[in-house]
């Protein structure tokens, strides 16, 4: 485990190669990282942060109180945002505010970061949203904590944000493709409304053929019986609750994984089904795609 001078050096480090890179200029940005459960060291304010030492790094808790600071420096203004962050997100151990060109410059453009464009970008990172302007410096940045980003013209309105829309549909099946694509596996990826009617499906190149009709009905079924087909596997086996449904609804019950109902506000609005991979493999990409689903929700 990295002492509390180590970590200071790494952020005088950090502050060069976003410096060097052009992230920042003149004295913008802050970093901060979490140290304890009630310790963050921070960038001090008025500073470049291109040309830091471990001295200049400040010290302060949760509440903003200074615990720990030279002579000449004083935590960024800024920390408030960070603090908030780690009191929301304590998965979160640190926090770097720069001002990258390009994002910056979607951006002031109101362009949210939402096409699908580089799997790496999909899996990883995710969409990146507007927020609406706040004074630097005051509780109106943290207190926003993201009920008022946007995401742009076009967006989902909150009258269809409990619908299956089409293009919803397509979001989603772009970052559950890209996600098969980076595991290797060619699927279908089919997502139907809440009834487990269709709304959108997509072949990958060299998919199985049967697959079409399967991820479909792998669709219906976690719609029709609001739970995934790796839980009905289960509980259709000899002497379970289920045995025996798989041969109903004319055969488009699927009691094996790769078939997931999808939520919105603890309210299943439709259903994600893959197949073409092994039933791990349709299982573990149907289960990405239920976990990223909110996030694409909030994306349009």
């Known amino acids: 485990m990295q002492n509390e001078y180590e970590i200071k050096k790494e952020m005088c480090e950090i502050g060069k190669r976003v ?31 291109g040309f830091m030492t471990p001295d200049y790094i400040c010290k302060v808790d949760l509440d903003g109180n200074v615990l720990q600071a030279n002579k000449g420096f004083r935590p ?37 970061l939402t096409q699908p464009i580089m799997p790496e970008a999909v899996i990883a ?7 609406k302007y706040g004074t630097p410096s005051t509780v109106e940045i943290p207190d926003m904590n993201g009920q008022h980003a946007h995401h742009g013209e076009g967006h989902v309105c909150r009258c269809n944000k409990n619908k ?43 998919a199985y053929i049967a697959s079409f009709d399967i991820a479909l009905n ?25 045995y025996g449904i798989q041969f109903t609804n004319q055969g488009k019950i699927v009691i094996f994984g790769g078939g997931e109902p999808l939520k919105a506000d603890g309210k299943i609005i439709g259903a994600l089904g893959v197949s073409g991979g092994s039933a791990e493999e349709d299982t573990a990409i149907a289960a990405y795609g239920k976990e990223i689903f909110e996030e694409v929700l909030a994306c349009l």
């Open 164 to 206: 299956m829309t089409l293009k919803l549909a397509n979001a989603l099946i772009e970052k559950v493709k890209a996600y098969a694509q980076k595991m290797g596996v060619n699927v279908v990826i089919a997502v139907s409304d809440q009834a487990g009617r269709p709304v959108a499906v997509q072949c990958m190149d060299d």
């Open 19 to 49: 410096y060097n890179r052009g992230m920042v200029a003149a004295n913008d940005g802050n970093f901060s990282v979490r140290i304890s459960e009630n310790e963050v060291l921070c960038t001090p304010t008025g500073v470049s942060k």
């Open 125 to 131: 990172l995710g969409c990146v949203p507007i927020a």
């Open 76 to 112: 960024s203004s800024e920390i408030k945002m960070h603090l908030r962050v780690y009191k929301e997100r304590p998965d979160v151990k640190s926090v770097v505010h720069a001002h990258p060109l390009y994002a910056t410059t979607f951006a002031i453009a109101g362009i949210p």
């Open 218 to 242: 792998k669709t219906f079924t976690s719609a029709s019986l609001k739970m995934s087909t790796g839980e009905l596997s289960h509980l259709s086996q000899p002497g379970q609750s289920l």
